[in-house]
């Protein structure tokens, strides 16, 4: 017998050689027909893989993440089979699960190809995903695979084949098809209700210009036909709210090859944006105890070295700053952490200053490559708003409730009330990858698994997703129109302590090691928006706006008292502008409502002998006449009600 343990800790004996199926089976039917993989010791193998020895064991449905990636690599394979019907000369580059589907390079030779023969391709992939046929794991010799695909003549397989190591190469089939695949896949291509083939692009083999360019197709499949429908109609929704396309309309942010790929540049609306988000969480860290420091852009290497991050990221980082002196180098700021290290020693500590709450606004720089950016969501400069906490032992279970409760707060202000918390831990498995003592680990895990659950967080546990030095709780929103992202982050440090040599003298007059945490409630401030913004289509809370209000006289004759009203709402920090065009009042009104201000004031023969506004909410209509100080006390109210620091 071999004892398997279930993500929320339940421990099973079962017979040697059992498969996730039967697992699964052994809990429900029904679970065992939706289940389309497992992951066992944080590797992610097929549901019908027996299993020999005690292990950690989660089963993989459409709802996890790994889940999704089986069912679209698997889609890739069913995707390739039907183009080996329809187009049997065809050659086959690979073909990975991404983000959003997956993608397969091929190569028709002298065949003429676009989006306009997708529907076939469907068609045929929907046919042959009803024959229920398995996907079938073999191992074979490196001498049986390069003689099988010597025969295809597909040299790309071949190409393929020199990087691997005799007794390492499996082959997968189903129905006609055979492929070079580490795997996993799903049990059958029955679970293939629909599928989409969304675009095509050029692509050179391994990535090598020097190469052939291959055809890329992208898709999408899913286990039901309404998960299709419901995809397409999001989609729709994200090109209208694409922070690309808002933030050019609402004159937020612009990108400049002059300056560089990847490196945004704030327009005065979205600085403001920026300056009340940075301003909201700095009057909620100032109540929660944090101090505000600010660190230098560059440093030295030697700090990166001692941190670690050096060894790990120096490879795909900016490249070092050379200076006149011989042997110097510095590099362009990539975290926050080891800067912050430094303050904490620039002092001795004592148990009495401790826990110590370090809090930034500090932008960063990563080499993203070029095809990985994209808008404000991935970027090679961005600032985190990053605050480091270092506390003893005894307090890192009650520091990390409260960043849980700073979280929450910054979630609730925005509107984002959908979310999942992702239990971040290494991979028992290849330990290799992390650094620190096993016990401290152990302690770091356990103290974010029980504080998270005593929050009553929505929790998934994902093995091998710990950051370097420690585990993390990373939250995981969904918006408006049901996209996953990943945002805030919160992580127990053990290392960065121990290699930076930190101390605090204790109530035993002793000198002990404190612990660290590193947290984002936003990640990077540039991410953050652009989601914001899609969440929002760009219709900000108020307190959020960059213009609140728009004053709009009905024609030159009441521009005096228009300025009257305009001047009032400055004096009282209500931010917008004054319309002073000559144009019709419907035209003042469509350009406000374009741009999304909140309110629009009205100003015209009537208001101004009363002494009074007409007021227009953005989205919805006339709220009638009123005082400017009955608008000012409607205004403050919502703003409050959003914002209680």
Not at 486 to 507: H, K, M
Request: charged share 30%; with cysteine.
């Amino acid at each position: 017998m071999i004892n398997i343990t279930l993500p929320d800790g339940t421990v099973k004996a079962f017979p040697k050689g059992v498969t996730s199926h039967e697992v699964a089976l052994s809990i429900s039917e029904g679970l065992a027909r939706n289940v389309l993989a497992s992951k066992v010791n944080g590797k992610v193998i097929e549901s019908n893989r027996s299993i020999d020895s005690d292990s950690t064991l989660q089963l993989l449905t459409w709802n996890d993440l790994d889940g999704k990636a089986t069912f679209w690599h698997s889609t890739a394979h069913l995707f390739a089979e039907a183009m080996e019907a329809l187009y049997p000369n065809v050659k086959f580059g690979i073909g990975p699960a991404i983000e959003t589907g997956f993608y397969y390079d091929i190569d028709l030779g002298e065949k003429a190809f676009s989006s306009d023969d997708f529907k076939a391709i469907e068609d045929k992939m929907i046919e042959l995903a009803r024959l229920k046929n398995e996907y079938q794991r073999k191992e074979v010799s490196k001498a049986d695979a390069i003689a099988y695909f010597t025969t295809k003549g597909d040299e790309y397989k071949l190409d393929l084949l020199k990087d691997l190591a005799d007794g390492s190469i499996t082959f997968y089939t189903q129905g006609q098809f055979t492929d070079l695949c580490r795997g996993p896949h799903i049990p059958d291509t029955g679970f293939i209700k629909a599928v989409k083939l969304m675009s095509v692009a050029g692509a050179y083999w391994r990535g090598d210009e020097k190469n052939k360019q291959l055809t890329r197709i992208y898709g999408v499949s899913f286990p039901k036909q309404k998960d299709l429908t419901d995809y397409l109609t999001m989609l729709e929704e994200a090109k209208k709210r694409d922070h690309r396309k808002l933030g050019k309309e609402l004159e937020l942010f612009a990108f400049s090859e002059k300056v560089g790929q990847g490196l945004p540049l704030w327009l005065p609306k979205g600085a403001m944006l920026r300056d009340r988000l940075e301003n909201f969480l700095r009057k909620a860290q100032l109540k929660a105890g944090y101090l505000q420091v600010v660190t230098p852009h560059i440093a030295h290497k030697d700090l990166y070295v001692t941190s670690g991050h050096y060894e790990k990221y120096g490879a795909d980082s900016f490249q070092s700053i050379k200076t006149p002196h011989e042997g110097e180098e510095f590099f362009l700021k990539p975290m926050n952490c080891p800067h912050h290290c430094e303050i904490y020693k620039v002092k001795p500590r004592s148990y009495k200053d401790l826990p110590l709450r370090l809090a930034e606004f500090g932008t960063v720089y990563r080499y993203e490559q070029s095809g990985e950016l994209h808008g404000l969501t991935r970027v090679r400069g961005f600032t985190q708003d990053d605050a480091h906490i270092f506390c003893m032992r005894e307090q890192v279970k009650a520091e990390f409730g409260k960043v849980i409760d700073l979280v929450l707060y910054v979630f609730n202000a925005l509107g984002f009330e959908d979310f999942t918390a992702q239990i971040s831990l290494r991979d028992p498995n290849n330990k290799q990858k992390y650094i620190g003592a096993d016990e401290d680990w152990d302690s770091a895990e356990a103290a974010i698994i029980e504080v998270a659950n005593a929050k009553g967080l929505n929790t998934v546990t994902e093995l091998g997703e710990a950051a370097f030095y420690g585990p993390k709780l990373d939250f995981m929103v969904r918006d408006a129109i049901g996209r996953k992202w990943q945002l805030g982050t919160i992580q127990v440090d053990y290392q960065l302590p121990e290699r930076f040599q930190l101390e605090y003298i204790g109530a035993d007059n002793a000198k002990h090691r404190p612990v660290m945490i590193h947290r984002a409630p936003f990640g990077s401030m540039e991410r953050f928006i652009a989601v914001l913004i899609e969440h929002c289509g760009g219709n900000f809370p108020l307190w959020l706006s960059p213009e609140q209000i728009a004053v709009l006289p009905i024609s030159e004759k009441y521009q005096d008292y228009a300025q009257e009203v305009y001047s009032f709402f400055e004096e009282n920090n209500i931010v917008g502008y004054l319309d002073h065009r000559d144009e019709k009042i419907g035209r003042k009104i469509r350009d406000a409502e374009m741009k999304k201000v909140p309110y629009m004031i009205i100003i015209g023969e009537k208001e101004e002998g009363e002494q009074k506004i007409s007021v227009r909410k953005h989205g919805e209509g006339d709220l009638g006449t009123l005082t400017i100080q009955e608008f000012k006390e409607i205004f403050e109210k919502e703003v409050n009600n959003a914002i209680k620091v």
